[in-house]
């Protein structure tokens, strides 16, 4: 009997996508052991400021990548859009599996659809890049910070001065809360998904063979091809959480289509291009490269400068 003890937030959430990700498993290795690992990071425990100003995605990361090298754990379960383009020297995504819906959905009091939204109606959000989106569309609307757990953002939807909030989709399908939560799923013309969203990025030593063939048997190649072209987008545009960075990759036929967004936060400049090919390190840098040329990483440089002072 092989053993793994998982890494994972504490989150309801973070629990029931890696119990469903180490079922599917389990499923394929009926003696394999499970234990989990509860670990609180500090992106868990900062809930009044906003991610941008106090050092973005890898907030959700370190403490569960400082288990894999201590060998606390074999392996740690991300949302990959959580993840960074860049992992530690030592640690591997050992296996991308199947995607859960890359969508944004909108969910509103009274189930008001987002463009009969009234001017003045309070959206709430944490992500710049889903602000900076509604804006540029909807300018009438008034953007307010929102942070906390899914259920607690539901919570101050409903009891607070919020109109609306958005959400990633995968994350209320995997709590089985979309059917009758959900006002509306936002289309990519509407709202390009963050990188990697609705994806999980399966992370371990890059020197721990027994857990690299175990994860291997629930990887899906679409999905690590897709999410290559949109991490080496991020990765090349030095993305973080302090710009409003959006992208997301598909499979059509023999290729893949990959959209890459880069926006102003107040919507004002808007910058994208798209590309299609097989090669997804190629086709990443061709949108960056093509990103740079039209003024894009001006905005970069501008947020990262700021976010630094």
């Known amino acids: 009997m092989v053993k793994i003890i998982v890494g994972t937030r504490r989150s309801q959430l973070a629990l029931t996508q890696s119990k469903q990700f180490t079922d599917s498993l389990q499923a394929r290795f009926p003696d394999?052991?499970?234990?989990?690992?509860?670990?609180?990071?500090?992106?868990?425990?900062?809930?009044?400021?906003?991610?941008?100003?106090?050092?973005?995605?890898?907030?959700?990361?370190?403490?569960?990548?400082q288990a894999l090298f201590n060998k606390e754990i074999d392996i740690a379960i991300h949302s990959l859009k959580d993840?960074?383009?860049v992992l530690p020297e030592g640690l591997t995504l050992g296996c991308i599996p199947d995607r859960e819906d890359p969508r944004d959905a909108f969910i509103s009091n009274n189930h008001v659809k987002l463009k009969d939204l009234p001017a003045g109606s309070v959206v709430g959000?944490?992500?710049?890049?889903?602000g900076a989106q509604l804006l540029s569309q909807y300018p009438h609307?008034?953007?307010?910070?929102i942070r906390g757990n899914i259920d607690t953002r539901l919570n101050k939807l409903h009891n607070d001065a919020y109109d609306a909030i958005i959400l990633a989709a995968a994350g209320l399908k995997r709590m089985g809360w979309s059917e009758?939560?959900?006002?509306?799923?936002?289309?990519?013309?509407?709202?390009?998904?963050?990188?990697?969203?609705?994806?999980?990025?399966?992370e371990c030593r890059a020197d721990d063979k027994e857990v690299l063939n175990i994860l291997r048997a629930v990887h899906n190649e679409?999905?690590?091809?897709?999410?290559?072209?949109?991490?080496?987008?991020?990765?090349?545009?030095?993305?973080?959480?302090?710009?409003?960075?959006?992208?997301?990759?598909?499979?059509?036929?023999?290729?893949?289509y990959f959209r890459g967004l880069i926006m102003s936060p107040d919507g004002r400049h808007r910058y994208e291009s798209e590309v299609r090919g097989t090669d997804a390190a190629e086709?990443?840098?061709k949108v960056a490269r093509?990103?740079?040329?039209?003024?894009?990483?001006?905005?970069?440089?501008?947020?990262n400068a700021e976010g630094s002072r």
Request: glycine share 10%; net charge negative.
């Open 32 to 65: 394999l052991e499970v234990e989990f690992k509860e670990i609180v990071t500090k992106g868990d425990q900062i809930v009044d400021v906003q991610l941008s100003k106090v050092g973005g995605k890898g907030l959700f990361v370190k403490e569960i990548e």
């Open 83 to 85: 993840v960074p383009s």
């Open 125 to 130: 959000t944490s992500s710049l890049r889903r």
């Open 141 to 145: 609307l008034k953007i307010e910070w």
């Open 180 to 202: 009758e939560t959900v006002t509306e799923y936002l289309e990519d013309d509407v709202m390009l998904p963050a990188i990697g969203q609705g994806a999980l990025g399966i």
């Open 222 to 256: 679409d999905v690590e091809r897709c999410t290559a072209v949109e991490r080496e987008f991020l990765r090349l545009m030095d993305g973080s959480c302090k710009v409003p960075i959006a992208g997301h990759a598909v499979v059509e036929g023999d290729e893949l």
């Open 283 to 285: 086709m990443g840098a």
């Open 290 to 303: 093509e990103m740079k040329e039209n003024g894009a990483y001006d905005i970069i440089e501008a947020l």
